[in-house]
């Protein structure tokens, strides 16, 4: 298994322009989320999904998008970049059950720079 | 929404030493969750801690769920210097989703050989 893979590792965006950041998971997991992680801060819930079609905001959704259309993919898709958007973005997934985080595995994390 | 402060904001510790860190919140939290991030990595979980006064150990660290609620400690005896890296208490949102979890701001560890 290959876990949870995000893609690209880096990337560098000027303010305005879109992108999406890839997430898949080969472990049939249903919950997948997205958090960003800034310098000296915890990680914060962007979005989350319980499963295929079903998606719901987390602590800061202004800014993204989101969609589930399989189990395996939860892209993250900026729509018109903003510097306040240069993080360390996380994808995690697990088991949608009770104690989830008993389960969840986090990507290796995408570095966005936002110029 | 909830916030849980984490304290001290870092550590530089000799290697051999024991460390302690503790999270605080002002609401009461039902589960506690204790994670590690190495340099460059996703974090991953260490502790989970269900119920009040529970005190749980993973290798050379223990966690404990205060009776209060309101916070957790996490120890770690005997620091190697693997032990290196951001420690992050976090909890799922009390009242609301199970999947929705708040982080604190993290414990950053450094151990000298």
């Known amino acids: 298994n290959a876990g949870v893979t995000q893609t690209p590792k880096f990337q560098v965006l000027k303010t305005g322009q879109s992108m999406t950041l890839q997430c898949a998971q080969d472990?049939?997991?249903?919950?997948m989320s997205w958090y960003r992680q800034d310098p000296g801060m915890g990680l914060r819930l962007i979005h989350y999904?319980?499963?295929?079609?079903?998606?719901d905001q987390g602590e800061v959704p202004n800014g993204y998008n989101v969609s589930r259309s399989t189990t395996e993919d939860f892209p993250l898709r900026l729509l018109s970049a903003a510097p306040s958007q240069t993080s360390v973005y996380f994808c995690?997934?697990?088991?949608?059950?009770?104690?989830?985080?008993?389960?969840?595995?986090f990507g290796p994390g995408t570095r966005l720079l936002v110029l | 929404g909830q916030q849980l402060n984490q304290s001290p904001q870092s550590m530089f510790i000799q290697e051999g030493e024991d460390v302690s860190m503790n999270c605080t919140s002002s609401?009461?939290?039902?589960?506690w969750l204790w994670y590690k991030q190495d340099p460059g990595e996703g974090p991953v979980l260490l502790i989970a801690l269900y119920k009040a006064g529970e005190l749980t150990s993973n290798g050379r660290l223990t966690a404990q769920f205060g009776i209060t609620r309101k916070d957790s400690f996490l120890n770690i005896s005997a620091s190697i210097p693997s032990d290196v890296g951001i420690y992050f208490c976090a909890g799922p949102e009390s009242g609301g989703s199970n999947y929705k979890l708040t982080f604190g701001k993290g414990t950053l560890l450094t151990v000298n050989p």
């Open positions: 999904s319980v499963g295929a079609g079903i998606t």
């Open positions: 609401s009461i939290f039902n589960t």
């Open positions: 472990m049939n997991h249903e919950y």
């Open positions: 995690a997934s697990s088991y949608a059950r009770d104690y989830a985080w008993v389960t969840q595995y």
